[in-house]
């Protein structure tokens, strides 16, 4: 069971990025698959989901009308399209596999994690 996420780095304010993350076959088709971030000295919190079809998806109030989140079932990656990016999305992202079909929204509803790719937003 293996969650790598990638693709975070340094953008300037207004920029985008789009983070993926490559999973297992296992602990992907049938599992919602989520995004969640940690900024230093903060909580861990929920950024997006989508659920096993791919045809819901959910978002924080913080980056809703700015992200995407979207799943790849020939390449089994969920990809986090993120637009509009602000000093305050500086954080590390990580990739999670929910222990449910749907998206859930809180960190004890995932089983598995990946390890973080840091995003950096100057201003």
């Known amino acids: 069971v293996q969650l790598q996420a990638s693709g975070g780095g340094l953008v300037q304010a207004g920029g985008s990025l789009r983070l993926s993350c490559a999973a297992s076959g296992r602990i992907f088709s049938n599992n919602g698959m989520g995004w969640f971030r940690q900024a230093p000295g903060k909580e861990r919190e929920f950024v997006a989901a989508i659920n096993w079809r791919g045809d819901y998806t959910a978002y924080a109030n913080s980056v809703k009308g700015r992200s995407t989140v979207s799943r790849d079932y020939a390449k089994n990656t969920v990809a986090l399209q993120m637009n509009s990016l602000k000093p305050a999305d500086t954080a590390v992202y990580y990739c999670?596999?929910?222990?449910?079909?749907?998206?859930?929204?809180?960190?004890?509803?995932?089983?598995?994690w990946g390890q973080g790719t840091l995003v950096t937003v100057s201003s």
């Open positions: 999670a596999a929910a222990r449910s079909s749907g998206t859930a929204s809180t960190t004890r509803d995932y089983a598995y």
